[in-house]
């Protein structure tokens, strides 16, 4: 269906070079026109990519083809991929040449040849659709079992492709819609009319090109890694909770106003140099409440222990000469093993975020006790 609608866009753009005066302003506006409704057709078209093929077999079914899978898996790594890349970078270029910098390119030209570059980014698209619908078929965790000679098409795997291939879909559907909107209402020389459009497309162009690159390099990852990046996640988790609490921890509760500095206040002292500050507080625990002191220790310590577990665990497994990951470990076995590290970072979260999570009353609670 691809191939006879890109056939049918070059058919159409053949018939306006027919028509003579290759540059006049009514066949110019026909092309935006045209430009335009492409845009939104191949926008609206795969906007959904995660609705899969038509008339898809039954999931289950599908997952078990491994080998259909892995030449799909194969094919999205070496052609589908980098090619849409070349075409999106190609369109953003098509789009933003100025006709009267470069005299080869004609507003005529450069519109064909937006045609024909979208003709071509759908079939491209529609390949990718049909291969990520096969090997990330639409299954519940449960559904899947022993899938632990699946290699790299096990279910742990082929979900998290999807999800990268659903981001690069996302940020390709919102640059066809900021495009198609520039044509309908600038013409092809929105650039030159607003600047700061260019500006726009270009940055959209990138995160475009960059969710591809890492759909790409997601490809060539094991299991190995995709756990690593897991203990990655989680110790910036651990980090950032380390660091929330400790921003609590220091804060100063309110002092009632002392008979005696207000006394120095109107002698001309100030009496705020004799308050501890946060951090001679925490160098100096004897000086804070009994249960804020005792409570101070055990959080820090138990987060930084977490932290120290998960580190240790990605310090041995990138030590490929002594540590080499079970290669037969089904989707379920290698998600227990992923949630075991996360579980840490997500109770230390929720152990801190209980205790700061009405500063006010939680701090005069303490303080008061």
Request: hydrophobic fraction near 40%.
């Amino acid at each position: 269906m691809a191939n006879s609608h890109e056939h049918a866009i070059s058919s159409l753009i053949d018939s306006f070079s027919s028509l003579g005066a290759d540059d006049c302003p009514q066949q110019i506006r026909h092309l935006e026109v045209l430009v335009a409704e492409e845009l939104g057709r191949v926008y609206d078209r795969y906007l959904a990519l995660w609705h899969g093929i038509v008339s898809p077999a039954d999931p289950l079914v599908i997952f078990k083809q491994v080998d259909i899978r892995k030449q799909l898996l194969d094919q999205l790594h070496s052609k589908r991929l980098s090619s849409l890349r070349r075409q999106v970078d190609s369109l953003t270029k098509a789009l933003l040449a100025r006709s009267a910098l470069r005299k080869k390119i004609t507003p005529v030209s450069k519109l064909k040849l937006v045609l024909k570059i979208l003709a071509k980014l759908e079939l491209t698209m529609g390949k990718i659709k049909f291969a990520i619908a096969c090997i990330s078929p639409d299954l519940k965790p449960a559904e899947v079992r022993d899938d632990q000679y699946f290699e790299n098409l096990k279910w742990f795997i082929s979900r998290r492709l999807a999800i990268r291939i659903y981001a690069v879909n996302k940020h390709l559907c919102a640059l066809l819609a900021t495009y198609r909107r520039l044509m309908e209402q600038f013409g092809h020389l929105f650039a030159h009319h607003e600047p700061q459009k260019t500006i726009d497309v270009i940055t959209l162009t990138e995160t475009c090109l960059d969710s591809i690159d890492e759909a790409l390099a997601f490809t060539n990852k094991s299991e190995l890694n995709l756990l690593q990046d897991e203990w990655r996640l989680t110790i910036d988790s651990l980090n950032e909770t380390l660091a929330s609490f400790v921003k609590f921890d220091n804060w100063t509760p309110p002092r009632s106003p002392d008979p005696a500095d207000t006394a120095r206040r109107s002698m001309g002292e100030d009496p705020r140099e004799d308050e501890p500050t946060p951090e001679s507080l925490l160098g100096q625990p004897h000086l804070l409440h009994p249960a804020m002191s005792h409570c101070r220790i055990s959080v820090i310590a138990a987060v930084k222990l977490s932290r120290l577990f998960v580190a240790q665990l990605l310090k041995i497994s990138q030590d490929t000469e002594n540590f080499q990951m079970v290669p037969d470990l089904s989707t379920r076995e290698l998600e227990k093993f992923r949630t075991m590290t996360s579980t840490i970072a997500t109770s230390m979260k929720n152990v801190v975020s209980n205790l700061s999570e009405e500063p006010d009353e939680a701090r005069d609670g303490i303080w008061k006790q």
